[in-house]
């Protein structure tokens, strides 16, 4: 998959992720076929909107029997690159970090954090779900010296977001997941996906206030 594909929107690779998640889940299930409706009701999307994302990438399932789950939940891992163990490692070891290195369903998608970081010298050293939580200031050396994880994920205060970005950076972390409600400067050579709880909650009180369920409009 060429993510700089114009014919690619990033809402269709979102929406590939969701497949893959509830084709995981049918897989667990026992579940070897699906049709497009069965999974766009899953889903909360239209069959037709599935049968275009998936065209995107390839062909996928027969017509009129529907799509085989352990196939097609292969095949999307593999254009997602999720057909393989990414370690995670956190910096910003607070109320929100500590349940992000707790979140099960992390290591359940093959997100494994293996490595943490802060500045609080008492919660420096201490494990955290297996996790031992190390200085910031020795991220870049452990990095370098060791490439413990492949994705930054950022829960720090946000004066502070930019300057570990930076960090991250130097020390050769490309990926970066950013639950600080800053807009970090990193150029095109890192790759920055943010999370932020608030838009989500404004999508919410629009709805409420105007009566129009703007949420579903986007992918659960």
């Known amino acids: 998959m060429n993510q700089k594909d ?18 995981g889940l049918l897989d667990n299930q026992g579940i ?3 049709s497009s409706v069965e999974l766009a009701d899953l889903c909360g999307v239209n069959p037709a909107q599935i049968r ?3 065209a995107y990438f390839g062909q996928f399932g027969t017509r009129g029997l529907g799509y085989p789950v352990p ?3 292969l095949s999307i891992k593999k254009i997602l690159g999720t057909n393989r163990i990414w370690h995670l490692g956190l910096v910003g070891v607070g ?12 290591a359940e998608q093959g997100f494994v954090f293996t490595a943490a970081f802060d500045l609080d010298p008492q919660v420096v050293g201490t494990l955290v779900s297996g ?19 492949d994705i930054g994920v950022l829960a720090v205060r946000p004066e502070e977001a930019q300057s570990v970005a930076d960090r991250l950076k130097d020390s050769g972390i490309r990926a970066i ?12 050579d890192v790759y ?6 608030t838009v989500r909650l404004h999508l919410l009180c629009y709805s409420m206030t105007h009566g129009s369920d703007v949420t579903q409009q986007h992918p659960r």
């Open 177 to 188: 997941l950013n639950f600080t409600p800053m807009v970090l400067a990193l150029g095109p």
């Open 32 to 34: 070897r076929v699906v």
């Open 71 to 73: 196939e097609l939940s």
């Open 6 to 23: 114009p014919k690619i929107p990033k809402i269709a690779v979102i929406r590939m992720a969701l497949y893959a998640k509830h084709l």
């Open 192 to 197: 920055v996906e943010n999370v932020d709880f």
């Open 131 to 149: 996790v031992k939580v190390s200085h910031v200031d020795q991220m870049k050396r452990m990095i370098r010296e060791r490439s413990p994880f």
């Open 95 to 106: 109320n929100l970090g500590r349940a992000l290195l707790r979140h099960s369903q992390f």
């Open 52 to 54: 275009k994302d998936l």
